[in-house]
Every structure is written in C-alpha cells, then in structure tokens.
C-alpha cells in the first residue's frame, strides 16, 4: 500500500499492541510475551511498523509511539499477571526523559513481569544505558535482540545479569548456519544462566534444529502468530 494512503489512515489511537508468545520449549509453555506495534487501517486491514515508522519518524512521535504502546500494553497485561516486553528503539535510548520515566516507573517494581528489548546493535552503541537501567531498576527484565555472534559488549553486558538475548532469524534460517557460533553462544549463555531464544522459527525442520542445539526458548510464527489477545 502506499505511503500517502498509510499516512491518511495513520493516527496514534489506531495503533495497537499485538501479542506474540516467546515459548519455553522444553515445557511448552509462555515464558513471557513481546507486544507489537499494529496500525488497524481501514477495512479491517493491519499495517505492520515497517509501514508506518516512516510516518513515525517524520513527525518526531517515537516517544509518543513508546508510551502509547506501554499504556496499551500495561492495561492489557497488569492485571491479568502477564509478562510483557515492549521494544525500544535507538531513538528511545537517546531520549533521557524517556529513560528517566522508566526508572522512576519500575525502579521499585517488585516483580519482573515487565521487560524491554533492544537491538544488539543498540547494545553496542547505548551498554551506558543499559547499565544505568539495571543498576537502578533490579527487576526490570532486559532481552537483548537480533544476536547473530559473540561479542565483547554482549559478554560484558551479560555480566549485568540480563534476564535473555534472541537469535537472529537469519543465523538459525541459514542455509550455511555457523554452527560453531551457535554453540559459542549456547554456552556464553549458561554460563551466565541467561535464557537464549531462537527468532523466526517458522517450520517444524528449524524447530527440531534448534532444540537440538540446546536452545531451550523460541519465539516465531510456527509457535504462535501475533494476536490481538492473550
């Protein structure tokens, strides 16, 4: 669709937190859900962020677009005692008064129902950030994403007790996956006894590779589509 007709039907209130499941392999079960930002469009049709952000950046709203989806989010997830992550971009990490709101929101949250998720290539430019956000928010819980390899800020900041990091779904979608890099990160991950979860596992074949590689959590559409409810 182009962009003049998302911009037509762009307005902040139309924008929804869509539900996807990162799954505790072994058992089956939910561990905790990452909430997606939606555009509901006219007739019913979804727009995904790749097709708004743009909108987005243009008016300088991704603040807005945060604390909207955490709004949204919280009042869905509170008081159904559900675990919940929301992603914050480069451009949140940037925003002091954002992150001064959220260390004044959860620095005396006693459970870890709440989480963020940034990119690893945020990581690498904000670990000051994210630093600051664990020493002074302990429950908080932080997903580092889109992982594709060690590094030496991802193993110094998993010295920070983070609760998980993603795999990339292009690492574990490879038709020459680096097996050798994966194991690395496996172990990396026990090690500092944080979860490790597999993006985009979208058949049963990468499933199966996957739990064979030890990897314990995964998240992607074979498991659960993004939903509207829980």
């Not at 509901?40 to 995904?48: A, R, S, T, V, Y």
């Not at 390899?149 to 900041?157: D, G, H, P, R, V």
Request: glycine share 2%; net charge negative.
């Amino acid at each position: 669709m182009s962009h003049s007709r998302v911009e037509t039907q762009f307005k902040m209130e139309r924008v929804v937190p869509y539900f996807q499941p990162i799954m505790n392999l072994r058992n089956n079960r939910v561990w905790r859900y990452e909430c997606l930002a939606r555009l509901l469009g006219d007739n019913e049709h979804i727009f995904l962020p790749s097709e708004f952000l743009t909108i987005v950046e243009q008016k300088n709203w991704n603040a807005k677009l945060t604390y909207h989806i955490y709004e949204q989010s919280h009042r869905y997830c509170a008081h159904r005692n559900i675990p919940w992550s929301i992603n914050l971009s480069e451009n949140d990490l940037n925003d002091e008064s954002l992150v001064t709101w959220l260390i004044r929101s959860h620095e005396n949250t006693p459970t870890t129902l709440f989480g963020i998720e940034i990119s690893h290539t945020a990581l690498q430019k904000h670990f000051a950030v994210i630093a600051h956000l664990t020493e002074n928010c302990p429950n908080l819980t932080i997903i580092i994403d889109d992982v594709s390899t060690s590094s030496a800020i991802l193993t110094q900041t998993l010295k920070l007790k983070i609760q998980a990091i993603k795999l990339s779904g292009k690492m574990i979608n490879s038709p020459n996956i680096d097996k050798k890099a994966l194991i690395e990160l496996v172990e990396l991950c026990k090690i500092a006894n944080t979860k490790l979860v597999a993006e985009h596992i979208e058949d049963k074949s990468t499933l199966e590779l996957v739990t064979s590689m030890g990897i314990d959590f995964g998240q992607g559409f074979y498991l659960s589509s993004p939903s509207a409810i829980v």
